[in-house]
């Protein structure tokens, strides 16, 4: 359950407009349902990568994790069930018109977060990784 690095670029139509980052790791295979293996909101407008392990240990200080599909904070590794085949993981990193989203919670579903982040998102870049279980 060590979290992968990350590094992204800001487009050069969104620089001067993002505020902070947001981040987001799915796994929309159909046995899958939608599982949320990382979400992150107001990463700053500075950073531009995340190292190896930084969930719960190095992120940048105003990150604020939030609840996984595990039910605890932070990243949670893959999880492919046995037996179903090649699970892509969805990797998003979302540029933000907003310094801070002022969550208290850190219990969220996919969809709150993506509620959330609706109108506030001037930038995005995705990456998708697979994983499988035999």
Partial sequence: NC???????????????????ALSMVDPHKVANNFVHWLVVDIPSTERKLSECASQSTM????????????????????APPGTGVHPYHITIYGLNVRS???????????????LLKGKTVAQGKIIGTFKQD
């Fill in 60 to 79: 940048p200080h105003e990150s604020f994790e939030l609840q996984n599909g595990y039910e605890f904070l932070g990243y949670g590794g893959p999880g």
């Fill in 101 to 115: 989203l002022n969550l208290t919670k850190r219990e969220m579903t996919l969809k709150q977060f993506q509620k």
């Fill in 3 to 21: 979290s992968i690095p990350l590094k992204w670029e800001v487009p050069k139509e969104a620089q001067g407009k993002i505020k902070s980052f």
